[in-house]
C-alpha cells in the first residue's frame, strides 16, 4: 500500500511525506520521485502533477488533489481516465475562503482603496457609500465554497446574487442559471466574486463581454483560478474606468510573472493564490481521513465528479 506525494517544490514534497507519514503509520508514504515499484503505488496525492507521471501507476486507486481544485490533475494530458479524484476542502479550507471574500468584498464595497489614498495625501475625504442591502453582490459558482460565500454576504446584509450552470436554491440569495440567466445576474451587480471551477465552460468567461454587462464602477474578485480571466479584457475594463477596481488570487502562471501589468496596476489587488490556501497540518489530517475512508469503503464523500471537472 504505497502513497505517492508529488507537489511542484521538492520541499514541500518533502515536508509532507513526513507529515503524512506520522498520520498515517503503518502505510508506505514515499516521494513520487523516489518510487521503485510504481505497480504497488496505490495512492497519489498530489499538487499540479507533472504529466505522464500519474500514469505509470498501473494500480493506482485514487488520485488525491491537495486543494478543492481538480482542474491541475485533469490538466494531466496523460491522466488515467476513470481513477477517482478526492478533492480536500473541509471547514479549514472553507473558513479561509469566507473570509478572503468577506474581507474584500467590504474593502471594495467601502472604497478603502480610494479612502487609504486620500489618507497618503492627509485629506480628510468622508466616503459615503450605499448600504449593504442597496449593493448587489454577485458570486459566480455555487459549489461548497461559492454557497458558502453568498450565503455569509446575504447574512452581512447584501443584496446576494447567485449564478450557476444548473438552478441552486439558497436562503437569502437571488439565484440565476445558465447561459440564459448569465446578463440577469450580471445587470445591477456591483461587486462581482468568482468562485467557478475551471473548465472548458468556464475558461475565460471574466471577458470583455462579460465586464460590459456589469454596471459602470464594477469590482471584481477572482479567487478561482487564473484560466477564467482574459487579462488584456480586464486591463481595458479597468483602464477605460468602466470597471473600478479588481481582487486578484489567482493567475495564468503563478508565481506571477514579475514583468506582468497587474503587480503595478493602480486599481488591481494582487494575492499570491492565498485566499482559501489550507493549513498543511489540518490539510494533512483530512487528506489521511479521506484516504481512510476510501480505503475501507472503496469510495468518500469528496470524490470529484471528472467528467464534470468539479
Ligand atoms: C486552491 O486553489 C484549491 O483548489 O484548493
Same mark, same amino acid.
Given at each position: 500500500?504505497?502513497?505517492?506525494?508529488?507537489?511542484?517544490?521538492?520541499?514541500?514534497?518533502?515536508?509532507?511525506?513526513?507529515?503524512?507519514?506520522?498520520?498515517?503509520?503503518?502505510?508506505?508514504?514515499?516521494?513520487?520521485?523516489?518510487?521503485?515499484?510504481?505497480?504497488?503505488?496505490?495512492?497519489?496525492?498530489?499538487?499540479?502533477?507533472?504529466?505522464?507521471?500519474?500514469?505509470?501507476?498501473?494500480?493506482?486507486?485514487?488520485?488525491?488533489?491537495?486543494?478543492?481544485?481538480?482542474?491541475?490533475?485533469?490538466?494531466?494530458?496523460?491522466?488515467?481516465?476513470?481513477?477517482?479524484?478526492?478533492?480536500?476542502?473541509?471547514?479549514?479550507?472553507?473558513?479561509?475562503?469566507?473570509?478572503?471574500?468577506?474581507?474584500?468584498?467590504?474593502?471594495?464595497?467601502?472604497?478603502?482603496?480610494?479612502?487609504?489614498?486620500?489618507?497618503?495625501?492627509?485629506?480628510?475625504?468622508?466616503?459615503?457609500?450605499?448600504?449593504?442591502?442597496?449593493?448587489?453582490?454577485?458570486?459566480?459558482? @455555487?459549489?461548497? !465554497?461559492?454557497? $458558502?460565500?453568498?450565503? %455569509? *454576504?446575504?447574512?452581512?446584509? =447584501?443584496?446576494?446574487?447567485?449564478?450557476?450552470?444548473?438552478?441552486?436554491?439558497?436562503?437569502?440569495?437571488?439565484?440565476?442559471?445558465?447561459?440564459?440567466?448569465?446578463?440577469?445576474?450580471?445587470?445591477?451587480?456591483?461587486?462581482?466574486?468568482? @468562485?467557478?471551477? !475551471?473548465?472548458? $465552460?468556464?475558461?475565460? %468567461? *471574466?471577458?470583455?463581454?462579460? =465586464?460590459?454587462?456589469?454596471?459602470?464602477?464594477?469590482?471584481?474578485?477572482?479567487?478561482?483560478?487564473?484560466?477564467?480571466?482574459?487579462?488584456?479584457?480586464?486591463?481595458?475594463?479597468?483602464?477605460?474606468?468602466?470597471?473600478?477596481?479588481?481582487? @486578484?488570487?489567482?493567475?495564468?502562471?503563478?508565481?506571477?510573472?514579475?514583468?506582468?501589468?497587474?503587480?503595478?496596476?493602480?486599481?488591481?489587488?494582487?494575492?499570491?493564490?492565498?485566499?482559501?490556501?489550507?493549513?498543511?497540518?489540518?490539510?494533512?489530517?483530512?487528506?489521511?481521513?479521506?484516504?481512510?475512508?476510501?480505503?475501507?469503503?472503496?469510495?468518500?464523500?469528496?470524490?470529484?465528479?471528472?467528467?464534470?471537472?468539479?
Amino acid at each position: 500500500m504505497t502513497v505517492a506525494i508529488y507537489l511542484p517544490s521538492q520541499d514541500n514534497t518533502d515536508w509532507w511525506v513526513k507529515l503524512m507519514q506520522g498520520l498515517l503509520p503503518g502505510w508506505d508514504i514515499v516521494s513520487m520521485d523516489a518510487v521503485t515499484d510504481p505497480a504497488a503505488v496505490h495512492y497519489a496525492v498530489v499538487w499540479r502533477p507533472r504529466t505522464g507521471d500519474i500514469a505509470r501507476f498501473s494500480n493506482l486507486k485514487a488520485i488525491v488533489s491537495v486543494g478543492a481544485g481538480i482542474d491541475h490533475v485533469l490538466a494531466d494530458a496523460e491522466l488515467p481516465l476513470g481513477v477517482p479524484i478526492i478533492r480536500t476542502v473541509g471547514q479549514d479550507l472553507t473558513q479561509r475562503m469566507l473570509e478572503y471574500v468577506t474581507l474584500h468584498v467590504l474593502r471594495h464595497h467601502r472604497d478603502m482603496p480610494r479612502q487609504l489614498q486620500a489618507q497618503a495625501e492627509r485629506d480628510w475625504h468622508s466616503i459615503v457609500v450605499p448600504v449593504a442591502p442597496n449593493r448587489v453582490v454577485g458570486v459566480m459558482g @455555487l459549489g461548497n !465554497l461559492g454557497a $458558502a460565500a453568498a450565503r %455569509i *454576504l446575504s447574512q452581512v446584509g =447584501f443584496a446576494t446574487r447567485g449564478w450557476s450552470k444548473s438552478p441552486k436554491a439558497i436562503e437569502g440569495v437571488d439565484t440565476f442559471a445558465g447561459e440564459e440567466g448569465l446578463a440577469q445576474f450580471l445587470d445591477g451587480c456591483g461587486i462581482l466574486v468568482n @468562485l467557478l471551477p !475551471l473548465t472548458s $465552460a468556464t475558461k475565460g %468567461i *471574466l471577458n470583455a463581454d462579460l =465586464f460590459s454587462k456589469l454596471p459602470a464602477g464594477a469590482c471584481v474578485i477572482n479567487c478561482a483560478r487564473g484560466g477564467h480571466l482574459v487579462d488584456d479584457d480586464l486591463l481595458e475594463a479597468l483602464d477605460s474606468g468602466h470597471l473600478k477596481q479588481a481582487t @486578484l488570487d489567482v493567475f495564468h502562471q503563478e508565481p506571477l510573472p514579475s514583468a506582468h501589468p497587474f503587480w503595478t496596476h493602480p486599481a488591481i489587488t494582487v494575492t499570491p493564490h492565498i485566499a482559501s490556501r489550507i493549513d498543511a497540518e489540518t490539510g494533512g489530517r483530512l487528506i489521511a481521513e479521506n484516504l481512510k475512508i476510501f480505503r475501507a469503503t472503496g469510495t468518500c464523500p469528496d470524490v470529484a465528479d471528472a467528467v464534470r471537472g468539479y
